[in-house]
């Protein structure tokens, strides 16, 4: 059974940081790209970043320079880096894998974030 786990989501003022932690279980972890996605209240889920199998890694332009994301295979975690947060950051964060040799696709429950002063 594959479990996709996210933890690391709080409460923070703008300005802040935050680390979330995606930890994935019952997948061999280096076949699959892991990326961050973020819904806000009313709007759709959006891509937030993406890291592939080689360890490159992609970012929406709302987030560059401010998230980093990365990844340790031996502990089949990626964890995703969030620097000088904004309020417009506030979203529910959800980890997704993704198989680069099938279609095989696995999603979190989600971590909510809230960027306020």
């Known amino acids: 059974q594959v479990q996709v786990v996210e933890s690391g989501g709080g409460v923070v003022q703008p300005g802040g940081s935050l680390t979330l932690s995606c930890v994935v279980r019952g997948i061999v972890f280096s076949l699959y790209n892991i990326n961050w996605y973020r819904q806000a209240p009313g709007k759709q889920r959006e891509l937030v970043a993406r890291?592939?199998?080689?360890?490159?890694?992609s970012y929406a332009d709302a987030v560059k320079g401010r998230f980093a994301i990365s990844r340790d295979n031996t502990k089949a975690t990626v964890f995703l880096q969030m620097n000088s947060l904004r309020p417009e950051d506030t979203a529910v964060y959800f980890c997704n894998a993704a198989s680069s040799v099938s279609t095989n696709t696995y999603w979190g429950q989600g971590t909510q974030v809230t960027v306020s002063s």
């Open positions: 890291i592939i199998r080689s360890g490159d890694t």
